[in-house]
């Protein structure tokens, strides 16, 4: 085990966003970075491509739907460095606006990657986080947006600073289920499925790192969510106003957070300024 090396990891960086932090760490980390992708093949280009530019990603897979693929990452990131210093979760996926795919479907498959393939990853990888680590889950200002669509029952339960994770689970399962009866208008939910799994990272990042205060306060540990921006990607499409490297620059700003920085912590970050939730 090289304890000493550091180590950094972004889920779901073979293109777009992911790609973009990926290359930034590479040049501003000190350390190892780990690119990962669910599928091999593609991971394997992506980390060539980089090598090219002369930079040294490391490649292993990551499926966030799969608990044995995270497993592996897990034993793997324990084995050779002895825990993880910077962790951007960044895998997700959204279904086109013109996606015929019934609404029900798309609010099932979205929630099964965004929200709880993240809180995989993160129940797994967040007790390697080593002192003075930093987390990054990258959210979006839709979950902003889609909370203000929200009925102001539901918006309380998002914003309260005592929901706990399980009752967080409750509710996003509540919104598929919901959209399975063709109630979730009615129930005060948003029609975006997108929107309300990001709503799921943001308040899951702001669990989390209340968790942190309370569990590892000494640690040092920053967690936040941040939002890239409207960046040009294969899910946002050519019209975005950002490219992937502008896209990169608030999960990078935070992942790098200075050792001896005490915020921000908990907060949704967007161009690298804290956004009221």
């Known amino acids: 085990m090289s304890s000493s ?4 990891v972004v889920t779901g960086s073979n293109k777009g966003i992911g790609f973009a932090i990926v290359r930034d760490l590479c040049q501003k980390f000190s350390g190892d970075v780990i ?18 530019e002369g930079l040294n990603p490391i490649f292993h897979q990551l499926d966030i739907d799969d608990p044995q693929s995270i497993r592996t990452l897990r034993d793997f990131l324990k084995e050779r460095y ?5 962790l951007v979760n960044n895998a997700g996926i959204a279904f086109k606006v013109a996606d015929p795919t019934p609404f029900p479907i798309q609010a099932e498959v979205t929630m099964k990657t965004n929200f709880f393939g993240t ?3 993160s129940a797994e990888l967040l007790p390697l986080v080593k002192p003075r680590g930093r987390v990054v889950n990258v959210s979006s200002m839709v979950s902003l947006r889609s909370l203000k669509s929200c009925s102001p029952e539901l918006q309380q339960k998002f914003r309260s600073d005592t929901i706990t994770e399980e009752e967080l689970v409750r509710l996003m399962e509540k919104f598929v289920e919901d959209t399975k009866k063709g109630v ?11 929107g309300v799994t990001k709503i799921g990272v943001t308040v899951l990042s702001r669990i989390h790192a209340r968790q942190l205060n309370e569990q590892r306060k000494g640690d040092k ?10 960046v040009r990607t294969d899910m946002a499409g050519p019209k975005a106003t ?15 957070l200075p050792p001896d920085a005490t915020e921000p912590h908990g907060q949704f970050v967007t161009e690298k300024r804290v956004e009221k939730w």
């Open 242 to 256: 950002k490219s992937p490297e502008e896209g990169a620059e608030t999960p990078v700003y935070l992942a790098l």
């Open 221 to 230: 540990i920053l967690l936040n969510a941040c939002c890239p921006g409207w």
């Open 82 to 86: 002895g825990g993880v210093d910077v």
């Open 35 to 52: 690119l990962t992708s669910r599928d091999t093949t593609r991971g394997q280009a992506a980390t060539k491509k980089l090598q090219e």
């Open 5 to 8: 090396s550091r180590v950094a």
């Open 184 to 194: 979730h208008q009615k129930e005060g939910w948003p029609n975006s499925a997108y």
């Open 119 to 121: 809180k995989a990853v």
